[in-house]
């Protein structure tokens, strides 16, 4: 318990808690309470505790999974939707998208009060480090980790590491790990040994808080090319070899709330969003980019800076949470409903779905769906009298992931049909359907992610799927399949439904040799290729 509450009070110094939300908002922007559910969950929590925890919007959205830990430090996301998180025992669990556990392995920091913080890098490696910031001098240690949970490499508590926080970290694509130390700017590859040391590019001495000075930021772009923050407010790039690429002129609009945050596009560019408007340079040669109202939004869209898709942006400044144009106006501000006390749960940035909605955790457990009107479109309300950490991210599922104090890690997701193969998203062009206890999904996306080719025959209303070795048939209405030639009698025939063609999802996979397993708790089907 002791090792508990001492975990709590290193979170809460690491947690800069924001001043309440000011602002305007439209009208009837909140979600009555009539339109929720209770969410009857058995929890610890230290007194008092708020009963009645509630989802609203549940005509829409459910509850799809949880896995209890009472206190959850981090959580990152790999691009096949795997789910990273540390907790207060010294673990790194990785979960799979559909709930399920990937592994589990405990790490020693070296020290005694460890709270583990994790990084992805571009490659996939979990980067795991602690800071003992309450010894005098303050150590960091750090494990790579792959994404199967192996150790890489260990780097043991060393004072000579400036770096403290995520911005303070950056993984490529190579797996070399960059950090700034007492020396300077270094690289690790993928085995922990040194690269470079670029002993011109420094930051301020972590051990040694002074008010004048501060501590640059580190990010890795998509090539391996690495950019920093100067004293001066420049943008400092550097090559992958630690070499100098480029210093731009003073950045005018970063400052100590307006930090920065650079979002890497497909075309290269840098985009810095702050409380001034969205800020743009090449990553050429770092020359400003100029932006207008014709900019190009789909390049914009590609960096994942948090936006509508339509020209809006989403900012959290000093509590509030905004939508922008380019130049900053603001469009609406969300007023939070009157039970908030702490504003934002996180530090992270704000969360946006590929429909332009926006996701955040509060500082009381809440979490807060918004439409591009700043309109309520999902809200899971939990209302703590306590402070609570609260992270949230997105999978390419559409759903919502988030650890939450005392809780432990929660699945949201739309109330539909979810297809999983080995436990990973199998998107869908359109959203599978139930018809007398049989899961029909649209035929091409199932086959071709399958990987079946795929053939259609207008006249005959046929359909096949054809790999080596194997020849799958279907007809429209038919309850008679062909495996290899071989007639086989389906639960339900394939059928058009809105303008799709949808074939029975169970008989396709266990055609092609793979087990299916329904879960009727998240309303998802999981494809296992292990029989």
């Not at 673990?91 to 592994?103: M, S, T």
């Not at 930090?259 to 090449?282: C, E, K, N, Q, R």
């Not at 899961?439 to 990987?451: A, D």
């Not at 359909?463 to 389906?490: C, D, F, P």
Request: hydrophobic residues 35%.
């Amino acid at each position: 318990m002791l090792k508990k509450i001492s975990m709590v009070f290193i979170v809460l110094l690491l947690i800069v808690l924001s001043i309440p939300f000011t602002g305007f908002s439209a009208a009837n922007v909140y979600l009555p309470d009539s339109s929720g559910t209770a969410l009857n969950w058995d929890f610890d929590e230290t007194p008092p505790k708020r009963p009645n925890l509630k989802l609203l919007n549940s005509a829409n959205y459910e509850y799809k999974w949880k896995r209890d830990n009472s206190l959850l430090f981090n959580l990152v996301q790999d691009k096949n939707g795997v789910l990273y998180m540390s907790d207060a025992d010294n673990k790194v669990h990785a979960v799979y998208p559909n709930g399920k556990e990937k592994w589990s392995v405990q790490l020693d920091m070296g020290f005694e009060l460890s709270v583990i913080y994790l990084i992805l890098g571009q490659d996939g490696t979990i980067y795991a480090y602690s800071s003992d910031f309450l010894t005098q001098p303050g150590m960091t240690s750090i494990y790579a980790l792959s994404p199967e949970g192996k150790v890489k490499w260990y780097l043991p508590p060393d004072t000579m590491v400036y770096s403290r926080f995520d911005s303070h970290f950056a993984g490529d694509s190579h797996g070399n790990f960059v950090y700034f130390s007492a020396d300077g700017l270094i690289s690790r590859n993928a085995k922990g040994e040194v690269n470079w040391t670029n002993k011109e590019i420094r930051t301020s001495d972590p051990n040694k808080p002074s008010p004048s000075t501060r501590s640059s930021y580190l990010f890795i772009d998509p090539k391996g090319n690495i950019y920093v923050d100067s004293e001066s407010k420049e943008i400092i790039s550097i090559n992958p070899d630690g070499t100098e690429r480029w210093r731009s002129t003073p950045q005018s609009y970063l400052n100590q709330f307006d930090v920065f945050y650079p979002y890497f596009s497909d075309a290269g560019i840098l985009y810095m969003l702050t409380s001034s408007g969205l800020h743009a340079l090449t990553g050429t040669d770092g020359s400003q980019v100029k932006l207008s109202g014709q900019s190009d939004l789909s390049d914009i869209r590609s960096s994942g800076i948090p936006t509508d898709g339509n020209g809006g942006y989403y900012f959290e400044n000093r509590g509030d949470i905004q939508k922008l144009d380019y130049k900053g106006a603001i469009k609406w501000s969300y007023i939070p409903r009157p039970s908030e006390k702490y504003g934002p749960g996180s530090t992270k940035p704000l969360v946006t779905d590929d429909k332009g909605n926006l996701y955040f955790g509060t500082g009381v457990g809440n979490i807060i769906g918004l439409n591009s009107d700043g309109q309520e479109i999902f809200a899971f309300l939990r209302n703590a009298y306590w402070y609570k950490h609260t992270e949230v991210v997105i999978g390419n599922s559409g759903n919502l992931y988030s650890i939450n104090d005392d809780i432990g890690l929660v699945a949201f997701g739309k109330k539909q049909i979810q297809v999983y193969q080995d436990n990973r998203y199998l998107p869908m062009s359109v959203a599978p359907i139930m018809d007398n206890g049989s899961v029909l999904v649209p035929f091409r996306s199932l086959f071709e992610s399958m990987g079946l080719k795929v053939g259609w025959n207008s006249s005959s209303q046929t359909i096949t799927g054809t790999k080596e070795g194997l020849t799958i048939q279907m007809k429209m209405g038919s309850r008679t399949a062909y495996v290899n030639g071989q007639a086989k009698s389906l639960s339900i025939a394939p059928k058009m439904f809105k303008n799709s063609t949808f074939v029975p999802l169970r008989f396709v996979a266990e055609a092609l040799g793979k087990n299916v397993s329904w879960d009727s708790k998240s309303s998802s089907v999981n494809i296992n290729s292990k029989v």
